[in-house]
């Protein structure tokens, strides 16, 4: 029993790289002190990774399986009458999953204590959660990201549509496409005189004395 826990983790530290939304937690098993029926529980500790982030209401669920549970105001979850097997359990909020942790492993009769586990949300799913992004309201800002015509700083650089010519993308939403940058354009006029204005008086009289000749 003690192998395959070490086992467990062994593996879910290293499913671990960049990008993916698998956490790295310590797995431990210990026996129930008054068992109900073969089967066992799973329990652990859940962190916010910033005060911007409430973690009530967070769902916690295997998926595949009827057994789930909903973050309250305390940070710790315990999920009742889980079948003995191996899973992946995963914390989900409004339809996108924060994280989830592989190879839980459940023994009949024995509760499952995870170690603690930080969720931190994308909340406008372009791959960089909360505390990566530099605007988690919109997927078209975040680093190394595309500048487009918004008027906006996409990538974070502090420069504004460089790269940007009206004439290729007028009205925002297609990619830069050349290295003119409108946002520091500069339009300059030339000046050109207007021709002089003949008052009609002038002109009758310039016709007269021509005649009177």
């Known amino acids: 029993m003690k192998l395959k826990a070490v086992l467990a983790a062994f593996f879910i530290s290293n499913l671990l790289w960049a990008g993916t939304a698998i956490a790295d937690v310590d797995i431990k098993l210990t026996s129930l002190s008054d068992p109900k029926g073969a089967v066992g529980q799973i329990a652990g500790t859940v962190n916010s990774c910033s005060d911007r982030f ?21 940070p710790n979850f315990t999920l009742l009458s889980v079948p003995e097997g191996d899973y992946q359990l995963v914390f989900e909020r409004n339809g996108r999953i924060l994280t989830s942790v592989p190879l839980v492993t459940v023994r009949d009769k024995m509760k499952t204590t995870l170690g603690n586990i930080t969720l931190c949300p994308d909340n406008d ?89």
């Open 125 to 213: 799913g372009d791959g960089y959660n909360l505390m990566a992004d530099l605007d988690d309201s919109n997927p078209a800002i975040h680093p190394g990201a595309k500048e487009i015509c918004d008027r906006k700083d996409n990538n974070g650089n502090g420069k504004v549509d460089e790269g940007c010519s009206y004439r290729k993308c007028p009205k925002g939403g297609k990619f830069c496409l050349n290295n003119w940058n409108n946002s520091n354009r500069v339009i300059q006029n030339s000046y050109k005189p207007s021709p002089p204005q003949v008052q009609p008086e002038m002109v009758i009289d310039i016709v007269a004395e021509n005649r009177m000749r």
């Open 54 to 74: 409430d973690l009530r209401g967070t769902l916690v669920h295997i998926p595949g399986i009827s057994v789930s549970t909903r973050l309250g105001a305390k």
